[in-house]
Nanobody
Framework: QVQLVESGGGLVQAGGSLRLSCAASGRTVRSSGMGWFRQAPGKEREFVAAISWSGPISSYKNSVNGRFTISRDSAKNTVYLKMNSLKPEDTAVYYC????????????????WGQGTQVTVSS
């Protein structure tokens, strides 16, 4: 059984920063691709960032590229999403997910998901 637990969400003013954490158990982050997705009210879930299991391969949604950074600490079995220069349009529930693939940007290829953490950016 794989469990993913997100933390670090909250309320922040535009221009501020947050760091989300995703603690994994049951499957090591060393052997799985990891991703962050988000879902805003009334919108579909969308890809935000992904990182590979075997090396420093990462990918970002265009609108967050340069502001967000995904990273992995294999010793802690934890994945992070550092979010800088936050904008009101970044407001959403953020989900961490794990895939048995080395790397993926497709939500359909992720088989385990966390419960989500709310990020609210005020203008």
């Amino acid at each position: 059984q794989v469990q993913l637990v997100e933390s670090g969400g909250g309320l922040v003013q535009a221009g501020g920063s947050l760091r989300l954490s995703c603690a994994a158990s049951g499957r090591t982050v060393r052997s799985s691709g990891m991703g962050w997705f988000r879902q805003a009210p009334g919108k579909e879930r969308e890809f935000v960032a992904a990182i590979s299991w075997s090396g420093p391969i990462s990918s970002y949604k265009n609108s967050v590229n340069g502001r967000f950074t995904i990273s992995r600490d294999s010793a802690k079995n934890t994945v992070y999403l550092k979010m800088n220069s936050l904008k009101p349009e970044d407001t959403a529930v953020y989900y961490c997910a794990s895939t048995p693939k080395q790397f993926s940007q497709l939500g359909s290829e992720y088989d385990y998901w966390g419960q989500g953490t709310q990020v609210t950016v005020s203008s």
